[in-house]
């Protein structure tokens, strides 16, 4: 699941992802919450700048649920300071990638290893 508010990132993860996995996209935090139940993601590549109701809030509603505590979540944001990485792994993200994507193996060796991990 990609919860991501700008189209051209949606298209690109898209192009990167959709011929791998199966790939839905919410444009806004609540529509990709209020999908968890119906989609059960395996992955959630969630965007930090979203309108309204930001990542690390969506986050927290993803981790209060129960069934979705444990649902590998991806930060994906622009700010790509060194301090930020660590911040928003201690929010509970699973993991940090950066926009803009320069290096796609970067993204998809995140996905396989968060994805093995579950498996294991
Ligand atoms: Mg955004």
Redesign the pocket.
Known sequence: MII???VD?RLLLQAILGDVYEVTEHPTGPEGLASLAAERPEIVLL????PGMDGVEVLRHIRADPEFRHLPVIAFTAHAMSSDRGKYLAHGFDDYITKPIVDETILLGSINRLLERVAA
Request: charged fraction near 40%; charge should be negative.
């Open positions: 991501e508010d700008n990132n965007d930090i700048s979203l």
